[in-house]
Nanobody
Framework: QVQLVESGGGSVQAGESLRLSCSTS????????LAWYRQAPGKQRELVAR???????EYADSVKGRFTISRDNAKNTVYLQMNSLKPEDTAVYYC????????????WGQGTQVTVSS
């Protein structure tokens, strides 16, 4: 049974930091591309960052230089360090695991809420 469980969300002030974690089970973690998506109210879910099996990373333009995605294969966990948070970062953040870079298929977590106030 595949499980992805996000944690670390919360409410912060603009300029502060949060670190999200996504613990996984039921997948061959080291062979998966891992990604963080987010969905704000009334908006489509969007890709925030992803990391390949060789630790190649890609970021949305809106978070470049502020967010860092990383993975710990020994702990089957992917992280998203979010610095200099802005109110527009407010969203539910989801992690996803896929065997392909395109992320067209894969498994989702249940999401964690991040709220940034000005």
């Amino acid at each position: 049974q595949v499980q992805l469980v996000e944690s670390g969300g919360g409410s912060v002030q603009a300029g502060e930091s949060l670190r999200l974690s996504c613990s996984t089970s039921g997948i061959t973690f080291s062979r998966n591309v891992l990604a963080w998506y987010r969905q704000a109210p009334g908006k489509q879910r969007e890709l925030v960052a992803r990391i390949s099996t060789t630790r190649t990373t890609e970021y949305a333009d809106s978070v470049k230089g502020r967010f860092t995605i990383s993975r710990d294969n020994a702990k089957n966990t992917v992280y998203l360090q979010m610095n200099s948070l802005k109110p527009e970062d407010t969203a539910v953040y989801y992690c996803k695991a896929s065997y392909t870079w395109t992320m067209l298929s894969g498994s989702w977590g249940q999401g964690t809420q991040v709220t940034v106030s000005s």
